[in-house]
Nanobody, 125 residues
Framework: QVQLVESGGGLVQAGGSLRLSCAASGRTFSTYHMGWFRQAPGKEREFVAAISWSGGTTYYGDSVTGRFTISRDNAKNTVYLQMNSLKPEDTAVYYC??????????????????WGQGTQVTVSS
């Protein structure tokens, strides 16, 4: 099992930026695909972004494409989510997830084995 700890959430005005981080335990982080998901109150979990183990492939949800960027630093066992041009509808708890047996880069959530506790992002209008 991989322990994942998110950080970097907070309150920001619309149009602002935040950078989320997710630190992973263990020595084999560089072999995992990683993803970011979010869930707003009363809504289903939503795919945000995913990155392959090498960092060579990234996917984004339609609602964040062009505004968010996922990246990773395998030397630091950390994955990042840079969020720009934030909107009130981006308000949610953001979770990172690890796929320890990576085949296809997953966007549904079912592909991921481990999840962090989440970090709250609130965007005011």
């Amino acid at each position: 099992q991989v322990q994942l700890v998110e950080s970097g959430g907070g309150l920001v005005q619309a149009g602002g930026s935040l950078r989320l981080s997710c630190a992973a335990s263990g020595r084999t982080f560089s072999t995992y695909h990683m993803g970011w998901f979010r869930q707003a109150p009363g809504k289903e979990r939503e795919f945000v972004a995913a990155i392959s183990w090498s960092g060579g492939t990234t996917y984004y949800g339609d609602s964040v494409t062009g505004r968010f960027t996922i990246s990773r630093d395998n030397a630091k066992n950390t994955v990042y989510l840079q969020m720009n041009s934030l909107k009130p509808e981006d308000t949610a708890v953001y979770y990172c997830a690890a796929d320890r047996t990576p085949l296809r880069l997953g966007v549904t959530g079912r592909e991921y084995d481990d999840w962090g506790q989440g970090t709250q992002v609130t965007v005011s209008s």
